[in-house]
């Protein structure tokens, strides 16, 4: 089990970006790959980004491709997404999650959840 905590949400202007924290607390986090998901109001969870554990291997969803980056330190047991680019429809809470399975697009696969952070959008 490992305990999950988000930062770096905020207010950010059309085109800008924000660099989301995933501190991870607990045993073997660097066994576990790491995901990013969003969820906007009205609308269900949705898979964003990925990261195997041994960080080889990254996995994004189509409309974030290229703009945003997921990356992991095992030293210090964080996560990291970097958004640049930013359109007011990444609005959304941004959740951080662990899976001992491997890394995965389906929220199901993932065992451990953070509290959210919130990002929002403006034009």
């Known amino acids: 089990q490992v305990q999950l905590v988000e930062s770096g949400g905020g207010l950010v202007q059309a085109g800008g970006s924000l660099r989301l924290s995933c501190a991870a607390s607990g045993h073997f986090f660097s066994m576990y790959s790491m995901g990013w998901f969003r969820q906007a109001p009205g609308k269900e969870r949705e898979f964003a980004a990925a990261?195997?554990?041994?960080?080889?291997?990254?996995y994004y969803a189509d409309f974030v491709k290229g703009r945003f980056t997921i990356s992991r330190d095992n030293s210090k047991n964080m996560v990291y997404l970097q958004m640049n680019s930013l359109k007011p429809e990444d609005t959304a809470v941004y959740y951080c999650?662990?899976?001992?399975?491997?890394?995965?697009?389906?929220?199901?696969?993932?065992?451990?959840w953070g509290q959210g952070t919130q990002v929002t959008v403006f034009s």
């Open positions: 999650a662990a899976s001992y399975l491997g890394a995965a697009v389906a929220s199901r696969n993932y065992e451990n």
């Open positions: 990261i195997h554990w041994s960080a080889d291997s990254t």
